[in-house]
């Protein structure tokens, strides 16, 4: 084990235990919940902390993905002054852990028995070597399509079942005018489409060996230069405005009407939550069509940083309590669009589409094909992820063909690990 962890742990646990006697002061939160739906799901838990005379200090960084939240963390923390809590994906939070700057959640834990209620596959992000390092608010999944249910009825569509269906149903709404795929043309945007596309074109097995073994045979075969081509198609179904386009404003296409799919994550359902869109009426949610049975998924967290006032140590904890609370999590998952980050919070107040994402969690986990999503840092980490990133995106954007694609991605990713 790393000796400066162990030394800051030591000195956090200390902190911890004695946290209750502290009086709480603020957080400071750094996030980069700034849609529509993602602040009003940041309401819930501000409510909730101000509700238990927390304060709260907020730190937004707009930049759906957070990679440009991480960049100001790393700036904040170079410069000796770190937020008290972060907002933090997968391998991100094991390298600030791995860097001694984290603290310790292990007696809030322990006292309300996190072990036995959050999956494993997001204790594998939340603890380093056996410690309690971060508090998992939500889990989210990419492999997710967002359809405007008017379009489709007045089309006469049904819900594609497969990836030749889905594209036959995408040249159905062009023909009719429309546009069929609503994109926001940004680097993230394009490797959360191929989270579910490599998934289709290959399955679950591929994806684990490409994206999280990082075999390079899988990198550069025939079946990512698949994926390749169903990205090509993705982009001839587009508008031509897509370029550098926010995720909500391409949901806001298919809530109005403009377009009539997106492939998004289900914090797109978020967006439909707060413009009062109801699933099944307004809107239908389906896996991209030839990946259902696996979900890729991503953990947003909250990493408590090292610091020195006992007040903020004391909120620290008391805000990891408030965020693992049963209740909480039902009613901030229920606007946020994801679903819980752990397994005994009742489904009741979820719409169908939550439902839905909280039955196939569970079978997915059942399964062996709950899976890290590459676009959202659980796959691998940062260096390897923006690599795999450059490929798509310069390929997306007519760089390169499928096939040269395929030889890059490969070559990226083998020059990053
Ligand atoms: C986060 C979501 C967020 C989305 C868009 C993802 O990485 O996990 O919580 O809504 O980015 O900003």
């Not at 949901?251 to 707060?274: L, P, T, Y």
């Not at 980490?381 to 997306?396: E, G, L, M, P, S």
Request: glycine fraction near 10%; proline fraction near 3%; charged fraction near 20%.
């Amino acid at each position: 084990m790393d000796a400066c962890f162990v030394r800051k742990t030591a000195l956090a646990l200390t902190v911890i235990g004695s946290a209750g006697a502290a009086q709480a002061a603020d957080v400071e939160v750094l996030h980069w919940w700034t849609s529509g739906g993602e602040a009003a799901a940041l309401n819930v838990l501000k409510d909730d902390l101000q509700g238990q005379g927390i304060g709260w200090n907020d730190m937004p960084v707009a930049g759906g993905g957070g990679e440009q939240a991480m960049t100001t963390l790393r700036a904040r923390v170079t410069a000796g002054n770190p937020p008290t809590a972060v907002q933090m994906l997968g391998f991100d939070i094991l390298d600030w852990a791995a860097e001694g700057a984290l603290g310790n959640l292990d007696d809030v834990a322990a006292a309300e028995g996190w072990d036995a209620v959050v999956p494993e596959a997001l204790q594998a992000f939340a603890k380093y070597d056996g410690h309690w390092i971060s508090a998992p608010v939500n889990v989210h999944s990419t492999n997710w399509v967002w359809a405007n249910k008017a379009i489709l009825d007045e089309l006469g569509i049904d819900q594609p079942a497969d990836w030749n269906g889905f594209v036959t149903a995408m040249q159905k709404v062009q023909d009719a005018g429309k546009v069929a795929l609503a994109h926001g043309g940004q680097a993230w945007q394009e490797a959360t489409m191929f989270d579910g596309v490599v998934l289709s074109a290959g399955g679950p097995e591929f994806y684990k060996s490409a994206f999280i073994d990082l075999d390079v045979d899988a990198l550069g075969s025939d079946t990512m230069v698949e994926a390749f081509n169903r990205m090509a198609t993705l982009r001839s179904f587009a508008d031509e405005n897509f370029s550098g386009r926010d995720w909500n404003l391409a949901s806001a296409m298919v809530i109005n009407g403009e377009a009539a799919f997106q492939i998004m994550g289900d914090w797109a359902k978020g967006e439909f939550v707060n413009a009062g869109k109801k699933p099944g009426e307004d809107f239908i949610c389906f896996r991209v069509p030839g990946s259902a049975g696996t979900v890729t998924f991503n953990s947003d967290q909250f990493a408590m940083f090292n610091v020195t006032d006992e007040g903020a140590r004391g909120a620290q904890a008391k805000m990891a309590s408030a965020i693992m609370s049963p209740a909480f999590q039902s009613a901030f998952n229920v606007v946020k669009g994801s679903v819980p980050a752990r397994t005994d919070v009742p489904n009741d107040a979820f719409d169908a589409c939550g439902k839905t994402g909280m039955q196939e969690l569970a079978a997915a986990a059942d399964s062996g094909t709950l899976i890290g999503s590459m676009a959202h840092g659980h796959a691998n980490r940062a260096a390897v992820k923006n690599a795999i990133y450059d490929v798509v995106t310069a390929h997306f954007n007519g760089e390169y063909d499928a096939e040269t694609a395929a030889e890059e991605l490969a070559n990226a990713v083998e020059a990053a690990m």
